[in-house]
């Protein structure tokens, strides 16, 4: 399981115009290389009337899946560079599929590689980046004694509280980075005198918003 990757935050789109052609780039998270194929299909029959729908995509933890499509256009001018793009901004789980209406004035192969490169960019600065993180949910549960002192202690550490439960005792749930759990316990059983008791929950991942 992955720690922490980057990747988009969701779907999007984003338009350019070079040289009075449209150049759309559609962009979207996907976990499967069935799930691209059928946005990339689906982008082909909302733009079928397009000159183009090239796409790309990169998915897997050590990017074993990756595919461009220049559909239609000079080989390697559109599909090869969007995929560059994905690689350099280290994104992800992500496919892009780049609509092209042709606006009357040829841009050459240097032209083509420049377009969709520049749509496939600009179009994941518009839509988002987010890194993952994988977090292990810590429960604590103290005496209401306590409730004070880790609290302040909590909000001024490195963890983010998730949820306090106010029960019999206090029940308290913090996100910690995967695989630093037992430093977490360190710490809170020696700010508590070891009056704390704490179980680990679930692991979950965080979204957190990259800035370009």
């Known amino acids: 399981m992955r720690t922490n990757y980057k990747t988009v935050k969701g779907f999007g789109e984003h338009e350019i115009v070079i040289q009075k052609s449209r150049f759309i780039a559609h962009i979207k998270r ?14 082909k029959k909302q733009h079928y009337n397009a000159t183009h729908n090239c796409s790309a995509y990169l998915i897997g933890e050590h990017d074993q899946i990756q595919k461009a499509n220049d559909d239609g256009e000079p080989s390697g001018t559109a599909g090869v560079p969007m995929l560059e793009v994905l690689k ?11 609509t092209r209406y ?30 993952r993180k994988l977090m292990r949910v810590m429960h604590t549960t103290i005496d209401y004694t306590w409730l004070g002192k880790v609290e302040n202690e909590l909000r001024s550490s490195i963890y983010q509280v998730k949820d306090i439960h106010y029960l019999e005792k206090v029940e308290i749930e913090t996100y910690v980075e995967f695989s630093k759990e037992n430093a977490f316990c360190d ?7 070891g009056q704390a008791d704490i179980r680990e929950g679930d692991t979950v991942y965080l979204e957190i918003d990259v800035e370009e």
Request: charged share 25%.
């Open 187 to 193: 710490w809170l059983t020696e700010c508590t005198n």
């Open 102 to 131: 042709f606006g009357g004035i040829k841009l050459g192969a240097g032209g083509l590689i420049r377009a969709y490169g520049k749509a496939t960019s600009e179009g994941l600065t518009a839509v988002g980046l987010v890194e």
């Open 88 to 98: 350099k901004r280290n994104v992800k789980d992500s496919v892009v599929v780049v």
């Open 30 to 43: 996907v976990e499967s290389e069935q799930e691209a194929q059928e946005f990339i299909q689906q982008i």
